[in-house]
């Protein structure tokens, strides 16, 4: 099959890029593709979040009145749960394991089912090559919006380039990422995405 290929300025070439229908073509799935992108933001997530128990925390161990006399229910102590200012009865601990299990093929498989999705989409494009000569800013919007991207963009580049990461990493609606580190959670977030020539013969590569 075959997909839009930009010249240098921006307008679709008569002749596409051939790619991989395995890659490329694949039937949309709804449910796997949502269980990769869950399973890649959960396994992003770290357990730093620590709640103090009644054990833990900052109170004083007598008791806070009588036991009897007062017209209030019985208390031991002012760091019970259902006390203000007390400990959690079920804290948060930074043992706290959120990863989700993904197999390889499933994950294979989800991934070439969202670049089929923007490529019947038409929200994915590929450049023969995308460079800028300094790391200006300047220069990679102007560059940009010649290809007639002016808003969210992803592009995908077979190798890393310093003057792109330079001049790209100050855009907030912008993300210069390799092919091999490509994910699930961007390539659905960007509403645009442009990849070299070279970076989508790397995604065929790690998805066939």
């Given at each position: ?61 007598h ?54 999705e ?33 808003g ?27 092919a ?15 990849a ?13």
């Amino acid at each position: 099959m075959e997909i839009t290929l930009l010249d240098k300025n921006g307008k679709a070439s008569k002749k596409g890029l051939t790619v991989s229908e395995t890659t490329f073509g694949r039937e949309f799935n709804e449910a796997l593709v949502h269980q990769v992108v869950v399973a890649y933001m959960a396994n992003a997530r770290t357990a730093t979040r620590a709640q103090k128990t009644r054990a833990t925390v900052a109170h004083t161990t007598h008791k806070p009145y009588a036991q009897k006399g007062t017209g209030n229910a019985r208390a031991g102590m002012a760091s019970s749960p259902i006390w203000r200012g007390g400990g959690r009865a079920f804290p948060n601990s930074p043992n706290e394991n959120y990863s989700h299990k993904v197999n390889r093929k499933a994950y294979r498989a989800g991934m070439q089912a969202i670049l089929s999705e923007l490529v019947r989409q038409e929200r994915i494009a590929v450049v023969e090559d995308f460079k800028v000569e300094a790391p200006k800013t300047k220069q990679f919007v102007q560059k940009i919006k010649g290809l007639g991207y002016d808003g969210g963009v992803l592009l995908l580049t077979d190798g890393f380039d310093e003057n792109l990461y330079l001049s790209s990493r100050n855009l907030p609606n912008v993300l210069v990422i390799e092919a091999q580190y490509a994910d699930p959670v961007s390539l659905v977030r960007f509403p645009k995405v442009l990849a070299t020539a070279g970076a989508v013969k790397r995604l065929e590569e790690m998805l066939a």
